[in-house]
């Protein structure tokens, strides 16, 4: 799908080349990271792709075709990009930032709308609410949504992302790279992905492109990085607790027992069941779920010293929680960022209550993979 053929760049000032010989094949639909320190080369092959550098030596394919041959004008349109400033037009609204591509092909308009409203339900924005507003009004997670949206508007067989994520705190990070993972589930796009976090290159990548000084040093899987470091610059960038790098390779999905009668009670539980349910419960917890077996909270022996007869009385707001498409990774940051020593988790898509992931199943998982 895309195949770089022995790259080299210098910039004025530079002792050696920014880039020095790269060679490198990514398949279709593969998401390749390319993660490394600053200086070695990343934005820069970036760059080069979709010609805002040109490169002084070495060729360009994408799909078999030379980017000399094609318009660069016409090459950057068929190219997604989102770079980690998200770079929106902060005088337009959200519906012309993710409409400016597509505009400029000359779709017709009802096209346009119907692709916009579509790209905003994938990013989880309804349309009604976020169409007329400005990127000021948005969150910075919700900025980058919509960022997304308007490298996808166009629908590119090829995007390029730089640092996309590295703008918003921890948890939101986390929440948007699981988004746009189970996005990806559903497209198939071939993507470049700059990160200098190697723990977000394993969580993201298919392969893992790593470089220094311009040259490439490893290209592997996530789990043959971990297995088997090309060398000792690699065995420093992927740094000591390999196990613990491991979970974030694991999906909650994949370990939970989905016992969820175990830790929940009705909306319209009594507190004698309750108070009977909290003495069996390991984490001296129960989760509050509605008619829809939605989570709305959760109570624990605080809550029983209030004044109340039933669950819906009792139970105090949870602000803490993951989907089951999440890491186990993601799952230890939350429980380190609430310091519980449990997290419930939820259905990515409606918010159900699924089951209770604890810091023990992590240990549990790090001891397994310790042990293979």
């Given amino acids: 799908m895309i195949r770089l053929d022995n790259l080299t760049k210098h910039f004025p000032g530079l002792e050696r080349p920014a880039v020095d010989g790269l060679s490198l094949e990514i398949n279709k639909g593969e998401v390749c990271v390319l993660v490394g320190p600053s200086g070695c080369g990343k934005t820069t092959t970036m760059k080069m792709i979709n010609r805002l550098h040109e490169p002084d030596e070495g060729e360009i394919y994408i799909e078999g075709k030379n980017t000399r041959e094609i318009n660069e004008i016409d090459l950057r349109r068929r190219i997604g990009y989102v770079i980690q400033e998200i770079g929106l037009f902060p005088h337009m609204t959200i519906a012309e930032n993710i409409a400016t591509v597509p505009k400029e092909l000359n779709w017709p308009s009802e096209k346009i709308k119907k692709r916009v409203n579509e790209l905003l339900e994938l990013m989880g924005l309804k349309p009604a609410i976020y169409r007329d507003r400005r990127p000021p009004a948005l969150s910075g997670g919700q900025r980058q949504r919509v960022g997304v949206a308007r490298a996808l508007a166009a629908d590119p067989s090829v995007m390029l992302m730089d640092e996309p994520f590295a703008a918003v705190d921890p948890i939101t990070r986390a929440r948007l790279q699981n988004e746009f993972l189970r996005i990806l589930e559903q497209l198939e796009k071939t993507i470049i992905f700059v990160t200098h976090d190697i723990n977000e290159a394993i969580k993201m990548g298919d392969k893992i492109a790593v470089l220094r000084k311009g040259k490439l040093v490893q290209h592997s899987t996530p789990e043959e990085l971990l297995d088997a470091p090309a060398n000792e610059f690699v065995t420093q960038l992927v740094g000591r607790n390999r196990s613990i790098k ?126 293979q």
């Fill in 246 to 371: 491991r979970l974030h390779l694991i999906r909650v999905e994949d370990i939970i027992a989905e016992d969820f009668d175990k830790y929940s009670v009705k909306l319209d539980c009594s507190r004698e069941v309750i108070e009977e349910k909290l003495t069996k419960s390991e984490i001296g917890a129960l989760m509050v779920v509605d008619e829809q077996g939605c989570l709305v909270g959760r109570v624990d022996n605080r809550s029983l010293k209030k004044k109340g007869d039933s669950s819906e009385e009792l139970y105090d707001e949870i602000h803490d929680q993951v989907t089951a498409d999440s890491t186990l990774n993601d799952s230890l940051s939350v429980m380190l960022e609430s310091g519980e020593g449990y997290v419930p988790v939820v259905d990515e898509k409606r918010g159900n209550f699924r089951d209770i992931i604890t810091l023990q199943d992590l240990l549990q998982e790090v001891r397994n993979e310790d042990e």
